[in-house]
C-alpha cells in the first residue's frame, strides 16, 4: 500500500483563489446558460417550422455541434476566429463556444417539446380565436418548454461542469485556478479533490436556482407538485 | 342564460319564420387526397335549434362539422354561418366565424398546463381583450351553468371525463357563441359519466342555444334534438324530426342502422 500523507494547509492562502475560480466559473456558465437557451428556444422554433431552409440549416449546425468535441469546438472559436480578424478573450472565447454547443444540445431538448404538443391543443385554440402567435406562444412554447424542463435543467447543470473545459484555453474560472494553485504548491490530490468538491456544490447550487426558476415559471409545477 | 330556472320539457324549437337558417350547408363535398368523404351535403340549421348527426363511423358526419368551422377546406360548394360565407383562405371571414362558433371535442383538449379557470379565460383576455377580474367573473358564470363552480383552481388532470368535458363546454360557452358544435363529445366517456355532459348540452338546448351535435347516443337525439339528420357515404341520407325520423325511416339504409342498435 502506497502511503501518502494528505496536507491541506496551503488551503489558508489559496481559499480565496478557489472562491474567485467558483464565482467565475458561475459567471462564465450562468452567462451561457442564459443565452443559451435563446439560442437553444430560437433553433428550436425554427426547426419545428414550416421553412424547409431554414429548418434544414438549423439541423446541420446542431448535428455538426452534437458530433465533434467541445474541446475542438472551443479550440476553433479561440484559436481559429484570430486568424479571420475575429480576437477576444479567452472568456468571451469560452462563452461563445459554450452557447454555440448548449445551443443545439437545448434545441433538441426543445423540440422534442414542441412535436409533443397534440394537434388536437392547436384545434381547440385556433376554435377560441387565438391567432397564429397566440396560438404559438400560449399553447406550443409554454407547455413545450415546461414540458422539457426537467431535460433542460441537467443539460444546463452539465454545461456548468463543462465549462472546465475552457481552462485548456486559460479561460478564468475554477479548473483554471486549481491549475494555477496546483503548480505552485504542488499538492495535485488535495487541489483536484477540493475542486471536485466544489464543482458538487456549485451542481447543487444550479439545481436549486433552475428549480425555483421552474417554480416560478410553471403554475401547474407548483400547484400539482409535478 | 338561465340554465337551473328553466324546467320540466322542453318546447320543441320553431324556427322564426322568414328568418335566415343560422347554417346553411349547399352542395359541400370534401376529399382526403383520393378519397372523397363528402358527395354534395346540402343542409339548413335554423336558430335556436337543436341539430343531431347520426350515422356510421366513416359517413363523414365529423368531418362536416369540421368544414363549417373551417378546420377543413372544402372542395365544392359553399358554407354560410350567420350570412357570412365561410372561407379557410379568408382571414377575416375565420375570424369573424370563431366569434360566433364554439366548439367542442371528443378529447377535450383541455390545456393542460392552465388551471381550470385560465383554460377559460385564455380567450376571454387574449381575444376579447377583457380585463382579468371580467374574465374571471365569466368563467365563474360559466362554470356555474355546468356545475362545477368548486373547480376553478384544479388542474386539467384532476379532473374526471366528464368533468373535464364539461369544463370544454364551459370554456366555449364563455366566449357567447351564436352556435355550438359537439364533436363526439361522449365517446370517450365512461357510461356513468356521459350523463352529466348530456345534461349540460340539454340544459343549453332549452335555453334556445343553437347546437349542432355529432353523436352516437341516439336515446338523447331522439328525445332532444328538434332534427335528427342522418349520413350515409358522405351524404345526407335522410333528415327530419326525430319523432318521424325514428318512427318510420324512409330508406332501408336507416332503417338498417336504427335496428343495429348503435
Given at each position: 500500500m502506497l502511503s501518502y500523507s494528505f496536507d491541506f494547509s496551503f488551503l489558508l492562502t489559496t481559499w480565496p483563489a478557489f472562491m474567485r475560480g467558483a464565482w467565475q466559473t458561475i459567471l462564465l456558465a450562468g452567462t451561457s446558460i442564459a443565452i443559451g437557451f435563446f439560442v437553444a428556444l430560437i433553433c428550436a422554433i425554427i426547426r419545428s417550422g414550416k421553412n424547409k431552409l431554414a429548418s434544414g440549416l438549423v439541423g446541420v449546425y446542431v448535428e455538426v455541434i452534437r458530433n465533434t468535441p467541445l474541446l475542438v469546438q472551443i479550440f476553433i472559436v479561440y484559436f481559429g476566429l484570430p486568424s479571420i480578424g475575429l480576437r477576444m478573450s479567452a472568456e468571451t472565447a469560452a462563452v461563445i463556444a459554450l452557447v454555440i454547443n448548449t445551443g443545439a444540445y437545448g434545441s433538441e431538448i426543445i423540440r422534442a417539446g414542441i412535436e409533443s404538443i397534440a394537434k388536437g391543443q392547436l384545434e381547440a385554440a385556433e376554435c377560441l380565436g387565438l391567432n397564429k402567435f397566440q396560438v404559438y406562444w400560449h399553447i406550443i412554447l409554454i407547455p413545450a418548454v415546461e414540458r422539457v424542463y426537467p431535460a433542460l435543467s441537467s443539460q444546463f447543470v452539465l454545461l456548468m461542469l463543462s465549462s472546465s473545459i475552457t481552462s485548456q484555453i486559460s479561460a478564468q474560472e475554477l479548473t483554471a485556478e486549481a491549475n494555477l494553485i496546483q503548480s505552485e504548491t504542488f499538492r495535485s490530490f488535495e487541489v483536484y479533490l477540493i475542486v471536485a468538491a466544489i464543482y458538487l456544490a456549485l451542481s447543487v447550487l444550479f439545481r436549486v436556482v433552475l428549480w425555483a426558476i421552474g417554480e416560478v415559471a410553471f403554475v401547474r409545477r407548483r400547484k400539482l407538485r409535478t | 342564460m338561465s340554465v337551473n330556472e328553466a324546467a320540466g320539457t322542453r318546447p320543441r324549437n320553431e324556427a322564426v319564420p322568414g328568418a335566415e337558417p343560422i347554417i346553411v350547408v349547399d352542395s359541400v363535398s370534401k376529399s382526403f387526397g383520393p378519397l372523397?368523404?363528402?358527395?354534395g351535403v346540402s343542409l339548413e340549421i335554423e336558430r335556436g335549434t337543436m341539430v343531431a348527426i347520426v350515422g356510421r363511423?366513416?359517413?363523414?358526419k365529423s368531418t362536416l362539422l369540421r368544414c363549417i368551422n373551417a378546420l377543413e377546406e372544402i372542395n365544392g360548394g359553399t358554407i354560410k354561418v350567420c350570412g357570412h360565407m365561410v372561407s379557410m383562405s379568408d382571414r377575416a371571414s375565420v375570424k369573424r366565424l370563431r366569434s360566433e362558433v364554439g366548439m367542442v371535442f371528443q378529447s377535450y383538449?383541455?390545456?393542460?398546463?392552465?388551471n381550470v379557470l385560465r383554460n377559460i379565460t385564455l380567450a376571454l383576455t387574449?381575444?376579447?381583450?377583457?380585463?382579468r377580474a371580467d374574465a374571471d367573473a365569466i368563467a365563474h358564470k360559466v362554470l356555474g351553468l355546468v356545475g362545477l363552480?368548486?373547480?376553478?383552481?384544479?388542474?386539467?388532470?384532476?379532473?374526471s371525463g366528464g368533468q373535464a368535458q364539461r369544463v370544454a363546454i364551459a370554456r366555449s360557452l364563455a366566449l357567447s357563441p351564436k352556435v355550438l358544435l359537439f364533436d363526439?363529445?361522449?365517446?370517450?366517456?365512461d357510461p356513468e359519466l356521459t350523463g352529466e355532459v348530456l345534461k349540460v348540452m340539454e340544459d343549453l338546448a332549452r335555453d334556445g342555444m343553437t347546437m349542432v351535435l355529432v353523436t352516437h347516443e341516439m336515446a338523447f337525439a331522439r328525445r332532444v334534438a328538434d332534427i335528427v339528420v342522418f349520413m350515409h357515404q358522405g351524404k345526407v341520407w335522410e333528415a327530419g324530426p326525430p319523432a318521424e325520423l325514428f318512427a318510420d325511416p324512409k330508406t332501408p339504409e336507416l332503417r338498417q342502422f336504427l335496428s343495429s342498435g348503435l
Open positions: - | 372523397q368523404v363528402l358527395h363511423s366513416g359517413s363523414g383538449n383541455l390545456f393542460p398546463h392552465l387574449a381575444v376579447q381583450k377583457k380585463s363552480a368548486d373547480k376553478a383552481e384544479a388542474f386539467p388532470e384532476q379532473l363526439e363529445v361522449t365517446s370517450a366517456l
